[in-house]
């Protein structure tokens, strides 16, 4: 439903999915419609009464419904007048899958292969078990994108060090030998020589929303590369889908690079890659974006042309932090996700320390915290404005473990958000717990951890294992 209570009618349109009007309540006319038997993508919200101060005395209302069959992913319903769009009459609707899973890597030992675990994002039960490289005894990195374009959310498993390079995406749509079992792709990412490992991230940067790009990114022992491979899969087994960019992050690093990827601004309505060097490096976490779009004639003619064209010359950098104090050196986890929830804004960046005392923190470009996300009120020639991120909130999940141990992060989607994942050493193993974020007051600026239940300890594993998840 949505209530008026300001003084105006208000125009109100969907992107990709229409809606039915199931009533009109318009209280100036008097009027309550009934159902409309169609679908559209735009209905006008009546005006309320009001007083001779234009206080609302009467709310005006629209109630709609709709069936979200054929997208995932994030969209806008906004006012059609654009200055009350640009001044804030819009919201951002997340389409999350039916199931919303979450992956868990269980490292190998001598003669026993790495298995990930699929877990389902409600009930945390396990849907299953894969092991993506039999002859690899090591810890693998995961990921969860929607790698075949169903609105399923598939896995996408990296090698790590000490073997050649290899990435694997396995189909999460039940094809008849259950979710998870399918192949989707295999292929190396990068030169058969480099031992380093992958790590592993998925989204939609190519622009064409069928299907999530594959990304990958070296581990330590060769400069830092981000490869985004494109999401038209191959049909030849074993070849790699062709590269739709590739750069490096930290020119000259040789520590290796961890990836995540998310809307993680709210202006621009594109996903952003998020990189963190390893180990030896300071914690210093950038986001590039893909505009894909045209230049405009202002931009040509005042030769700023470069800066606003696609992505033939890479991404481009938006914001640079720390996630930690510039002294710790210990690596950087990281992940995308509605943690905040129903404090709205993009999506949030989580760090976490995979060293020193295990630490997460939460970062915004913007929310209720603050007043509301920064609004896009300048013509297209400004889209390439940095963003600026703040904490808005810090805790050690496993506070009082063996010292440097760390933590990896990721998260799940909910219908309220989503729920923040980390693994860290627990008394019997190998722990994931799970939390929330909310605010300790209504008038707190940043958000304290609930916690939400725990997975069954890995007594094979110590310390953290890499998680995946959206």
Known sequence: M?????NDEHPMHIHVNDFQV????DPIAGTRTGVQPWGEDNVN???????ANENPLVPASVTLRTKFTEYTGTFVIHCHRLNHEDNGLMATVNVIPEVSTYAVAVPGSAGTPATVQVHDGNGDKVIAAVTPFPSFDGTPTVAMADVDGDMILDLVA???AGVAPEVVAYDGNDVGSGPFTAELTRFAPFDDGFRGGVTVAGADIDGNALADNIIAGTGPGTESQVKVFSSTLPTEKGAAPEVF???TPYPGSRSGVTVATGLVDAASGRASIVTAPGPGEAPRVKTFRYDLFEPTAAATADGTADEHAGHTGGPRMTS????FDESYLGGVSLSTGWVAGAEGGAKSIVT???GGDGTVRVWSSGSRLDGEPDMYLESPNHHSGDVVFTQIASFAPFAGGPPGSGVEVATTSTTTGADLLVSGPGPGGTEVRKFGLNRAEPQSTTLVPLPLGALPALPAAQGSVPLGGR
Do not use: H, K, W
């Open 320 to 323: 640079e932090f720390l996630a």
């Open 158 to 160: 990296g090698t790590g």
């Open 45 to 51: 919200v009546p005006a309320p009464v009001t007083d």
């Open 22 to 25: 199931m009533e009109i309540v």
């Open 2 to 6: 949505i209530t008026n209570l300001n």
């Open 245 to 247: 960019s590739s750069f």
């Open 352 to 354: 976490g320390m995979l």
